[in-house]
Structures are given as C-alpha cells and as structure tokens.
C-alpha cells in the first residue's frame, strides 16, 4: 500500500509543470558568425501584447548575457511564435487485482483518470538569416505549463525559466 501511495505523488508531481524543449539547427552554420539580432516587424507571437513584451524582453537579456546585441542591421532575425495546445490523452492510474489458484485465474482492473484536459503552449523560436534567402538556421520548439490568465508574477517567472531552458541549446554543440 505504501508502494502506491509513492506511485501516485511520483506520478502527480511528474505531470505538472513540465517544460520540453526539441532543437534543430543547420549543420552547416557557423553560428560564431552571428553576433546582432532584431525581431520581425511583422511577427505575431500568439500571446498578449504584455506578454509578448514580457518573452522578447527576457529573450534579450539572456541574449545579452550570451554576447549576443540587438540591432537595427542584424545578422539574424527572430521569429516567436505561440499556440494553445489541449493535451487530450489525461493520464489514468491502473489499479489492477489478480487471482490464480486450482480452480482457474481472474482479475479486475479499474482505471481513474488523474485530471481532465489540460492545456499547455507550444512557443516556437525560429532564427532567420535573412541575407541567405531568409534561411532557417536555428529552431527550439518549447511545451510548457505556461498560462496567459496566471497572475504578472507567475507569468515572468515562467517565461524567465522557459526562456533559459530553451536558450540551453544555443549555440548547439556540434
């Protein structure tokens, strides 16, 4: 019984708050090259406008830390962009009981879901060197927790911990 009280924590605790971040980059970059940035003009994040402010402002203080400076003639350009994703497989625990003896086997499994749907956001950060045909030379595609109705706080330290868990792939290590 103990052993399933632990599953079950381990389990809960595993499910929230998860952040997964997949890179992909052109191998054949010299990413060394790149040392100024800016924002599409155009670009549409999918979050709010305070919230958009909030990423790109996070976005350059790390980019900051990195060596890397904005500018009006940049290297590369960064493009951002969001979606609110609905996780529809909820997770379930099983509980199965099994019997065996002379007489045959039998069993009883009964499955509780955990929660309902759960929604997340997928934030995807795209590089572009616009002086080679806008050519895609880095990419992190990020799913996280994050939600737009938290409270400001909440929201800052979200993106402060996405943003550094997503920019823990730039440069890539070859």
């Known amino acids: 019984m103990k052993f399933l009280k632990f599953l079950l924590i381990a389990v809960l605790f595993t499910s929230c708050g998860s952040t ?24 549409v994040t999918g979050l709010s406008k305070f919230d958009s402010v909030r990423i790109i402002s996070t976005i350059d203080s790390k980019l900051s830390t990195m060596g890397l ?6 290297d590369f350009y960064i493009d951002i962009q969001s979606k609110e994703l609905m996780n529809r497989n909820s997770p379930n625990i099983g509980v199965g009981v099994g019997g065996g003896g ?24 795209d590089f572009v060197d616009k002086s080679q045909n806008e050519k895609l030379f880095w990419q992190a595609v990020s799913e996280s927790t994050y939600k737009g109705n938290a409270s400001v706080e909440k929201r800052e330290a979200t993106l402060a911990k996405l943003v550094e868990k997503i920019f823990a792939g730039y440069p890539p290590k070859k």
């Not at 400076?69 to 940049?74: F, K, L, M, W």
């Open 102 to 125: 002379g007489r045959g086997f039998g069993g009883v499994s009964v499955g509780v879901p955990l929660n309902s749907n759960k929604y997340s956001r997928e934030i995807t950060i």
């Open 69 to 74: 400076n904005r500018s009006n003639t940049p």
């Open 20 to 43: 997964y971040v997949n890179y992909d980059y052109e191998k054949s970059t010299d990413f060394t090259q790149y040392k100024t940035y800016n924002y599409f003009d155009d670009m």
